[in-house]
């Protein structure tokens, strides 16, 4: 994934390989798992976005829903106080549509209740967003320049992006844990219903999992790099 030499070099790159594999399968069966639970309606009838506005109401939330363009493109936008509910969502009654949609009530009440680890990952994110695009070019330049300092400065960007997603993975499964149990105890889906409903969420989080896998074996890729930087 980034140059580089040595006899390790290969090992990470099939290992990269593979994770990356996995992941786009990964992928792929959000949308087939999506796909086939959106041809089931629930049994109390809701539209997703009724549900999601009854659950905004009770949290006493001014947090606004609205329909947005595109698959799965589902999001909270905490900066503007809106949820976004793609199309595959807004407007239907399917398990899948509901359990996506109060998943992402689910982020809401993280944002209420000051959840910690959305907080860290809020805080750490300006430094992520740089290491995940400059911290490769930025080993690669001090490992040709033979500057271990400056190959570290890329690792350490490049840290930071992987304890963004380190620190998504217990937002994203607390998140779709909170939203089974507002489902539940609001009695939206049935017990049937809250098991499909939790192959549609758990399907959408081993995606933030093998994302954070393929980030941790290019993070020691990369500090495998500088390493050598300062050998030359």
């Not at 944002?111 to 809020?122: C, D």
């Not at 380190?166 to 889906?189: H, K």
């Given at each position: 994934?980034?140059?580089?030499?040595?006899s390790?070099?290969?090992?990470?790159?099939?290992?990269?390989?593979?994770v990356?594999?996995?992941?786009?399968?990964?992928?792929?069966?959000?949308?087939?798992?999506?796909?086939?639970?959106?041809?089931t309606v629930?049994?109390?009838?809701?539209?997703?976005?009724?549900?999601?506005q009854?659950?905004?109401?009770?949290?006493?939330?001014?947090?606004?829903?609205q329909?947005v363009?595109?698959k799965?493109t589902?999001h909270?936008?905490?900066?503007?106080a809106?949820?976004?509910?793609?199309?595959?969502?807004?407007?239907?009654?399917?398990?899948?549509?509901?359990?996506?949609?109060?998943?992402?009530?689910?982020?809401?009440?993280?944002?209420?209740?000051?959840?910690?680890?959305?907080?860290?990952?809020?805080?750490?994110m300006?430094?992520?967003?740089i290491?995940?695009?400059?911290?490769?070019?930025?080993?690669?330049?001090g490992?040709?320049?033979?500057?271990?300092n400056?190959?570290?400065?890329?690792?350490?960007?490049?840290?930071?992006?992987?304890?963004?997603?380190?620190a998504?993975?217990?937002?994203?499964?607390?998140?779709?844990?909170?939203a089974?149990?507002?489902?539940?105890?609001?009695?939206?889906?049935s017990?049937?219903?809250s098991?499909?409903?939790?192959?549609?969420?758990?399907?959408?989080?081993?995606?933030?999992?093998?994302?954070?896998?393929?980030?941790?074996?290019?993070?020691?890729?990369?500090l495998?790099?500088?390493?050598?930087?300062?050998?030359?």
């Amino acid at each position: 994934m980034y140059f580089g030499s040595g006899s390790g070099d290969g090992i990470y790159i099939i290992l990269l390989l593979a994770v990356m594999g996995i992941s786009l399968y990964a992928q792929s069966r959000v949308q087939r798992t999506f796909n086939q639970y959106s041809q089931t309606v629930v049994s109390s009838g809701l539209r997703a976005e009724q549900i999601a506005q009854q659950l905004l109401n009770r949290a006493n939330s001014p947090v606004q829903i609205q329909p947005v363009q595109g698959k799965l493109t589902d999001h909270y936008d905490p900066k503007n106080a809106v949820v976004g509910l793609s199309t595959q969502v807004y407007g239907q009654s399917s398990i899948a549509a509901i359990a996506v949609a109060a998943h992402e009530i689910g982020h809401v009440m993280q944002y209420q209740e000051g959840y910690a680890p959305i907080r860290l990952r809020n805080a750490i994110m300006p430094v992520a967003s740089i290491g995940s695009y400059a911290a490769p070019w930025i080993v690669i330049l001090g490992f040709m320049m033979g500057s271990f300092n400056l190959a570290m400065v890329g690792v350490v960007l490049f840290g930071a992006m992987l304890v963004f997603q380190v620190a998504t993975l217990p937002v994203e499964f607390n998140a779709s844990a909170r939203a089974l149990r507002m489902l539940e105890d609001g009695n939206y889906i049935s017990n049937e219903e809250s098991t499909s409903a939790k192959k549609v969420l758990n399907a959408a989080a081993m995606t933030y999992v093998w994302a954070a896998v393929a980030s941790l074996i290019s993070f020691l890729r990369l500090l495998s790099i500088a390493n050598r930087s300062r050998r030359n």
